[in-house]
Structures are given as structure tokens and as C-alpha cells.
Nanobody
């Protein structure tokens, strides 16, 4: 099994920044597609960003494009989400997700991921 643990969430004022981290277990981390999703109260879990095994291909949701940046360090078995220019509507629980190797690496659908972390709360005040 794969264990994912998120950290770095917290309370920040609008316009501020946070960096989320997701530490993954297993020596095969470098073969996984990694994604970030978020879920606000009363809403469905939505796609935020995804990065392929090499870190060379990324995709970000339109709502966060230009403000959030996904990256990974395979030597540390860690994926990051740098969040800048935060808005109150970014308030949510943020989840890290892992997808085992497939021919198609960049996917944005929740059901396509194999493993999930517990989530970390991000709250942006106005």
C-alpha cells in the first residue's frame, strides 16, 4: 500500500501564500502521477493540479492557474503545492492523491487515482 501525508495547511489572510507538502511512502513513488484536490464545505471534491512521474508535465485547474504551482522531488518522495495570491474561495481541505503508472499520466478525475491522503485544512480570511 501507499501512504500519503499532507502538511502545511493553516490560516492565512487573502493575498498571502502557503506551501503544502505531501510525503509518500514506498520506493516506487517516482513512477506515480501525483495530484492535488480540494473540498470546501458542502461541495464536491474538485481537481486542483497534477504532475507526471518526471515532473516535466503539469496541469492546473483554471481557478488556480497562475497562482498555484505543483512540483515534486522524487528523491524526497514528496509533492508540493505552492499557493500564492490566496483568495477566500480557496478555503478548503486539500488532499494529495497518487495514481500508479498508466499510459495516460495527466488525469483530473478523482476516480482515476489509487491512493489518498487525509487532507490538510487551508483557510483564507478576507
Amino acid at each position: 500500500q501507499v501512504q500519503l501525508v499532507e502538511s502545511g495547511g493553516g490560516l492565512v489572510q487573502a493575498g498571502g501564500s502557503l506551501r503544502l507538502s505531501c510525503a509518500a511512502s514506498g520506493r516506487t513513488f517516482s513512477t506515480y502521477t501525483m495530484g492535488w484536490f480540494r473540498q470546501a464545505p458542502g461541495k464536491e471534491r474538485e481537481f486542483v493540479a497534477v504532475i507526471d512521474w518526471s515532473g516535466g508535465i503539469t496541469k492546473h485547474a483554471d481557478a488556480v492557474k497562475g497562482r498555484f504551482t505543483i512540483s515534486r522531488d522524487n528523491a524526497k518522495n514528496t509533492v508540493y503545492l505552492q499557493m500564492d495570491s490566496l483568495k477566500p474561495e480557496d478555503t478548503a481541505v486539500y488532499f494529495c492523491a497518487a495514481r500508479r503508472w498508466r499510459a495516460v499520466a495527466i488525469v483530473t478525475t478523482r476516480t482515476e487515482y489509487d491512493y489518498w491522503g487525509q487532507g490538510t485544512q487551508v483557510t483564507v480570511s478576507s
